[in-house]
């Protein structure tokens, strides 16, 4: 009976025989035919062999450990992000399923609990990319102090060199002193660029001290302090901001927003307008 099950790839009703009546060498196949497809660079057929057998938890969690490798591997920020936002819409798509199998995951991606955040993550790296690519200053600056939320996911040197940067071409020279010290403490950074980043970082503020200037005030819509317009937590009441996946800019009026029904992040409205699709999940509007 389960031999016929494999033969003819009913992998769900496999799975669900295994668990009914115990027999767990089922599952094992299942996996080894999982390892087998990936071996073979077959992600996507691996990803579908889960789904056929109901096992969409299993099938997220496994293109989260792809997206992890991918990181490490890949040279293609658009193509690490797509990988996540797949996995993330898997794990809505998981939540819609009633009946599911599910089965003993030898190592559990860490991103199950959090799906979006990696998708989050190399969106905004790469919209911070178009921006200095753009000329565009001021959108650069809150979206590269977004990028702070995500150092557990992209190259904290990066981050922190992109930060660095952005400061300082805003005039935002506090901001940009904490960069240079945080670059500075990164265990991974070798003794030769640490002593460059002190170097340039004695350079520039011997010359401008470390004082955040020119950028717009507004507003905390909860206690009416001035902020800084990029800065997407109050210093004064630490209510936190969600920012806006068009321009990475804090959300801070609330009455004109746009939310995506698949993922549910929030842009400005206007800054939709034009678009068709969702700037992360590239759901259509
Ligand atoms: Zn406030
Ligand atoms: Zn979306």
Avoid at 4 to 17: G, K
Avoid at 37 to 42: A, D, I
Avoid at 254 to 277: F, G, P, Q, Y
């Amino acid at each position: 009976m389960d031999d016929t099950c494999f033969t003819l790839h009913q992998w769900n009703m496999a799975v669900e025989l295994s668990r009914q009546i115990q027999v767990p060498e089922i599952a094992s196949r299942l996996v080894s035919h999982a390892d087998r497809l990936l071996e073979h660079g077959k992600i996507s057929d691996a990803v579908e062999l889960f789904r056929k057998a109901n096992c969409h938890k299993e099938a997220s969690n496994l293109l989260f450990q792809v997206g992890e490798q991918a990181i490490k591997k890949w040279n293609d920020p658009l193509k690490i992000k797509k990988l996540f936002v797949l996995a993330a819409l898997l794990t809505e798509e998981a939540k819609n399923v009633t009946t599911q199998n599910s089965l003993t995951m030898e190592r559990v991606s860490k991103f199950l609990d959090a799906p979006w955040r990696p998708a989050e993550a190399w969106h905004y790296f790469i919209l911070a990319q178009q921006q200095f690519q753009q000329g565009k200053l001021v959108a650069v600056m809150a979206t590269s102090v977004k990028l702070q939320d995500y150092t557990d996911i992209l190259d904290e040197e990066t981050v922190f060199s992109m930060l660095a940067l952005a400061s300082a071409l805003n005039k935002c020279f506090n901001v940009c002193s904490k960069a240079f010290t945080c670059l500075e403490s990164i265990p991974s950074v070798g003794p030769a660029d640490r002593e460059s980043y002190s170097l340039l970082a004695l350079d520039i503020f011997t010359k401008y001290p470390p004082k955040d200037g020119r950028s717009s005030q507004i507003e905390c819509p909860h206690c009416a302090t001035d902020i800084q317009d990029w800065s997407n937590n109050c210093p004064e009441c630490n209510n936190r901001f969600s920012s806006c996946v068009a321009t990475g800019r804090p959300l801070m009026d609330t009455s004109l927003i746009w939310t995506c029904r698949v993922c549910k992040h929030s842009a400005a409205e206007h800054d939709v307008l034009t678009r068709n699709s969702c700037p992360l999940c590239h759901s259509p509007i």
